[in-house]
């Protein structure tokens, strides 16, 4: 908002100051004067494009020869570090040769002569020159100078070199040792680097010369791969200035000595001009710009002198050349500088022609502006008031008028603020004191900040009043019904707080108020915190539909809240978990009274979208100070007692106890433990045991089946109760590896039994959901070898209330394979009837609950015979579980049960018991 009423400020700020430049257009320049203006700044910026592109130009010209000089710089060192390494080393092998000669013991020039002649020695010379013989070899001369062998094909060539200067010069002891000259090639004619060291015997006595030579035309080849361009050349000359080899080759000028034929031209025009190669000799590289001797063309140059050779190498270029692309480029600004020159000359002229029109496009321009400048302020969202310096309205658009629903006689320009504000107190829209709120409103914007007010005129709107003080001394004010943001803001703060089905408040708050609870009890002061689980309730969300569970959930929280009244509070925690907190509740009496008007309130039928539900609770109790006066202790005991009802069989409640705690922590420790050994896979070192109790037919008395049931005997605690590690098993998932070593146990014991006896395993509602629960099964049968027929898996209806076609499909594939299938504990969860119905069973186990009174109550017998019925119409086996008399078995008999389970018969035995009593009941059979 505050961001809107600076835009606006700024809006008339412009709007203001756009009115003063009109009042101000006599005092303006005249047209003339602007077109003298235009025409005399276009011929500047014309001026200006051909300075610009004549500096450019030059610019360019002088850094594309720099640019040219420094690729030539750099193609000179680059072939002087090669060169530098290929004469370094054809010295490394002259002075391998004069080593090897030393070492032969070669001491007198007679001695050298004859041995180098020999043909051992031209073929080693022609093992080292393995290239064209064109482009290097090797030559061996004695002291006269009379060549001894070389590696040339023709071993017999003679001839002799004593009469040529650097031959002399080598001969002499006090020359350098090493020596490069250009020659004539006496074997093929035209010319030859030679590349010469001295041979000497132990004593100093000058024995002969080795040489290698290369032809200029082989340096030649190698510049022209190297090359810059059609007019760029490379040369190499000696020190003195003597041409060794150039690209391109001119033969004429091959052994002349250039710096004294430049010095030459210099002498004839009358100046003194140091050559490139001479320049180069005294800095070790040089570049420049000179006239050339071969082509007598302007060149850009560069020389390079090899590290502690005589040898200087120069690569050039044309001027001509080097500036070919330059030209081009020139040729390109200039044209685009006329361009730029006539485009500037026609936009004078477009520009002189539109002044006069946009002087007049400028007027209705401002007219426009304003007319929709009054139209968005009219529709604006906001209220809008702009006052003068003198307090004075300026401003006042349609929204505001119609939010107080004031007249626009009273309010119009020049109307001061309090007689605005009087007229809104009129109106029935100011409920404070005028002159008081004038006061206030003065120190504000005295202030020079921004500002902001809330007005509630008392018919259940709100209004947010924000001013912004002007730069010339008025402000501007907007105004903005904010009645609706307030009423949502106050509904996100009650949901953040309060649970959206139920209207109680939710966990944040409950710990809020429970924590102000706890700080204000003081010495003598109580209150008991009790977590209510409401028992089965997704089993009936399940079956009925979340709609359903939701209304029961809401008359639920009615209930419960009605039974607290003012003595405590009570909250939604999620799910189907409530909490409630009782005040001056210090002892068990006190809670139980409360518990019980929960219990009734709670028991008491639902009518929920035409369903009648009952339904019940576990609820656990925790009291301050007794149990804990610190927030997350005292619910941690709450939730410990709640656990413990219904670990106890729900539909009770449990005041917090130590032990429960212990309960917990024993608890977890099985769960540590049996991670540990899913972990290795080694559950009979662990303790487990598959224990086997019999199925007994009714009419025969023999052993039919055995059901498998878990045993832990604990190496260090002894026997744990299924009760106790079953439920942690489910509850962490460790329930699918446990199964499935059962399940394979299980088969591979009764593999052993006769063929005529089956097994039974039961399978937990998570391994029932896993994807690999009839590959596991296959597994078990393979591995043992057990008929699948032989093989009985019991679910319990708890695995058909979540998904009835994944459990229709799991079973497809159980009877695909073979496998019997049973229903057990029938007749204790939901819509038993729909089940037996829908899925394919083998069997169906009737719970001990109806068993139990069989023989004594007629509504548990009618029970048993409904399900017996039902059972022979569907071609299914019914087995009586927890027979424990003869009166129960004999009437189940007389119901028409198949079988019985129980321990009138046998308790649960390990497998080498079963194992004898099945033997006897063969032998009993057989007799």
């Known amino acids: 908002m505050r961001h809107r009423l600076a835009a606006l400020s700024a809006v008339w700020g412009r709007r203001r100051a756009s009115g003063h430049r009109r009042r101000g257009d006599a005092a303006a320049p005249s047209g003339r004067t602007v077109v003298r203006w235009v025409i005399g700044s276009g011929l500047a910026l014309i001026l200006g494009v051909v300075a610009a592109v ?331 008031l702009m006052f003068d310096a003198a307090g004075r309205l300026i401003v006042c658009n349609r929204r505001y008028l119609d939010m107080f629903n004031m007249s626009d006689e009273i309010v119009k320009p020049g109307c001061t603020l309090r007689e605005l504000t009087l007229h ?213 005991h709450a939730d410990l007692a709640m656990y413990a009802a219904k670990a106890d069989g729900r539909r009770t409640w449990r005041l917090f106890e130590t032990s429960m705690d212990a309960r917990v922590k024993t608890r977890q420790q099985l769960e540590q433990e049996l991670r540990a050994i899913i972990a290795t896979g080694d559950f009979a070192a662990a303790g487990f045991e598959v224990y086997y109790q019999p199925l007994v037919c009714l009419t025969g008395g023999e052993i039919t089946g055995c059901e498998a049931l878990l045993r832990w005997n604990h190496p260090r605690r002894g026997p744990i109760s299924p009760v106790d590690f079953i439920p942690v098993a489910e509850d962490t998932g460790l329930i699918v590896q446990l199964g499935e070593w059962v399940l394979t146990s299980a088969c591979r014991e009764a593999a052993q039994w006769p063929g005529d006896v089956k097994i039974a395993v039961n399978v937990s509602p998570i391994q029932f959901r896993s994807p690999t629960l009839a590959l596991h099964v296959v597994s078990a049968l393979n591995a043992s070898g057990l008929a699948p027929g032989r093989l009985e898996l019991e679910i319990t209806e708890a695995v058909l209330i979540r998904d009835d076609d994944t459990a229709l499909s799991v079973l497809a594939q159980l009877r695909g394979l073979g496998v019997r299938t049973a229903l057990d504990d029938f007749g204790t969860g939901y819509s038993s009837l729909s089940y037996l119905q829908r899925f394919p069973f083998d069997k169906i186990k009737i719970d001990r609950a109806f068993v139990r009174d069989v023989a004594v109550a007629a509504t548990s017998a009618a029970i048993v015979e409904a399900v017996v019925n039902i059972a022979a119409t569907r071609d299914m086996v019914t087995t009586a579980e927890g027979v424990e008399t003869e009166a129960q078995r004999d009437r189940l008999r007389a119901l028409g049960c198949t079988q019985m389970q129980g321990y009138l018969f046998s308790p649960a035995r390990p497998a080498a018991d079963i194992r004898r009593l099945l033997a006897a009941d063969a032998r009993t059979a057989a007799a």
């Not at 680097?193 to 041979?199: G, P, S, W, Y």
């Not at 015997?201 to 002969?208: A, K």
């Not at 003194?272 to 005294?282: G, N």
């Not at 946009?358 to 209220?383: C, F, V, Y």
Request: hydrophobic letters at 40%; glycine letters at 8%; one cysteine or more.
């Open 424 to 636: 809104r107190k009129a109106c029935g829209f100011f409920p404070g004191d005028v002159d008081a709120y004038i006061a206030w409103f003065e120190r504000q914007l005295r202030s020079g900040r921004p500002g902001q007010s809330t007005l509630e005129p008392g018919d259940g709107r709100t209004f947010q009043y924000m001013y912004q003080p002007l730069a010339d001394g008025g402000w501007l004010t907007t105004v903005e019904d904010i009645t609706a943001r307030r009423h949502a803001e106050e509904r996100i703060a009650h949901l953040a707080h309060y649970d959206p089905l139920t209207d109680l408040p939710n966990r944040v708050l409950f710990r809020e108020r429970l924590e102000r609870e706890l700080a204000t009890l003081g010495d003598d002061g109580s209150c008991a915190v009790l977590y209510i689980d409401i028992d089965e309730f997704k089993a009936i969300n399940d079956s009925l539909g979340h709609s359903v569970g939701d209304e029961l959930l809401r008359t639920v929280a009615r209930r419960i809240q009605g039974c607290i009244g003012s003595f405590g509070f009570t909250a939604r925690l999620g799910g189907d978990e409530f909490a409630v907190v009782q005040r001056g509740a210090n002892d068990r009496d006190a809670v139980a009274e409360l518990v019980g008007r929960l219990y009734e309130v709670i028991r008491a039928p639902c009518e929920c979208f035409g369903h009648q539900i009952a339904t019940d609770a576990s609820i656990g109790v925790a009291i301050a100070p007794q149990h804990g006066t610190e927030l997350d202790l005292l619910l941690r």
């Open 54 to 384: 004549g500096w450019t130009v030059n610019q360019h010209r002088e850094h594309v020869l720099a640019s040219t000089e420094r690729e030539l710089s750099n193609t000179v060192l680059l072939l002087a570090r090669h060169f530098d390494q290929q004469i370094s080393q054809i010295r490394d092998d002259e002075r391998d040769f004069i080593a090897r000669t030393r070492a032969a013991g070669i001491r007198a020039p007679a001695d050298f002569a004859r041995e180098m002649a020999s043909e051992q020695t031209h073929a080693m010379l022609q093992e080292k020159a393995n290239t064209a013989s064109d482009a290097y070899s090797i030559w061996i001369f004695d002291a006269e100078g009379n060549l001894l062998n070389s590696s040339l094909p023709d071993a017999g060539i003679r001839f002799n070199v004593g009469g040529q200067s650097s031959f002399q010069a080598l001969a002499s002891p006090s020359s350098p040792p090493f020596k490069i000259e250009l020659v004539p090639n006496h074997v093929q004619g035209g010319w030859l680097i030679v590349l010469a060291h001295r041979v000497t015997g132990p004593d100093g006595e000058f024995l002969g010369v080795v040489s290698e030579g290369i032809t200029p035309g082989t340096m030649e080849r190698f510049f022209a791969s190297v090359a810059l361009g059609d007019d760029a050349s490379i040369t190499m000359f000696k020190n003195d200035g003597v041409l060794l080899a150039r690209h391109p080759h001119v033969e004429s000028m091959i052994g002349t000595n250039v710096i004294a034929l430049r010095a030459q031209h210099a002498q004839a025009l009358g100046i003194r001009d140091d050559s490139i190669i001479e320049l180069a000799q005294r800095d070790g590289r040089a570049t420049r710009r000179f006239w050339s001797p071969f082509d007598t063309q302007d060149r850009l140059g560069a020389a390079q002198v090899l590290t502690g050779y005589p040898i200087t190498l120069v690569a050039t270029t044309t001027v001509e050349a080097a500036l070919a692309g330059w030209r081009e480029q020139t040729r390109v600004q200039i044209g685009a500088a006329a361009l730029s020159a006539a485009i500037i000359a026609a936009m004078l002229f477009m520009i002189v022609r539109q002044i006069g029109r946009q002087h007049r496009a400028s007027r209705q321009r401002l007219t426009q502006e304003k007319r929709r400048l009054d139209t968005a302020i009219n529709n604006m969202a906001q209220g809008l």
